[in-house]
């Protein structure tokens, strides 16, 4: 799979731990893109085309111990290969701005800084399953642990996920922090523990000094 700058379109993604405000953020930004002309296109991992959606449903359902590190990271990558592959290099071939809620950054993070997993495996892994495919721009929306797993619980019945303790959030968070590190010229993190709106206002500058585009 070859690299998005090749493509007529952009490849942004919106990373963080839960209650972070991905899903708001990249509705938000995908609307603003709208208003000056771009064709945007929303989606989200795990899912985002019709084998991956069928993958998500065995990630989040269940105990929160249904499967170990090592079978999840598998099926989130299977579910991250049929998504890349059938959704959003498609799009950006025709053009398209593809906004995507989590990527591969999330597996780096929740598998490896959260459950232990070795980070060279997952980058081996990550290369075999597609290549050298990686965002134009990676948000990464940072707020505290307990902030963030409060927000969580207020809004929806917990996944797998969320119920997992306290510590690994704190690790979780750790990991993203050390991604934008390791990657400045990828990676924007952004305050995730303000309003809305100003997390919106964050993330349409991060968009406008790293891309070029200005918002309406």
Request: proline share 4%.
């Amino acid at each position: 799979m070859g690299n998005p700058t090749l493509n007529p379109g952009k490849f942004i993604t919106v990373e963080g731990g839960e209650g972070a405000g991905k899903s708001t953020q990249v509705r938000l930004l995908t609307e603003a893109l709208g208003r000056v002309g771009i064709d945007a296109l929303a989606t989200r991992e795990p899912g985002g085309s019709p084998g991956a959606e069928a993958i998500r449903r065995l990630l989040l359902e269940g105990d929160a111990e249904r499967w170990d590190a090592t079978g999840e990271t598998l099926l989130f990558f299977a579910a991250r290969r049929d998504h890349v592959a059938r959704t959003i290099q498609p799009a950006l071939a025709a053009g398209k701005w593809v906004i995507c809620d989590r990527f591969t950054d999330s597996t780096i993070a929740y598998q490896g800084y959260g459950r232990g997993l070795p980070l060279d495996e997952l980058t081996a892994l990550r290369h075999f399953a597609i290549g050298d495919f990686r965002p134009d721009l990676t948000l990464i929306l940072d707020l505290p642990v307990d902030q963030g797993l409060a927000r969580a619980a207020s809004r929806s019945t917990a996944d797998r996920f969320e119920r997992l303790d306290r510590t690994f959030h704190q690790r979780l968070r750790d990991g993203f922090l050390a991604i934008a590190t390791a990657e400045p010229e990828r990676c924007a993190v952004i305050d995730g523990s303000a309003e809305v709106d100003a997390v919106h206002r964050a993330i349409i500058s991060a968009v406008a000094e790293r891309l070029g585009v200005g918002s309406k």
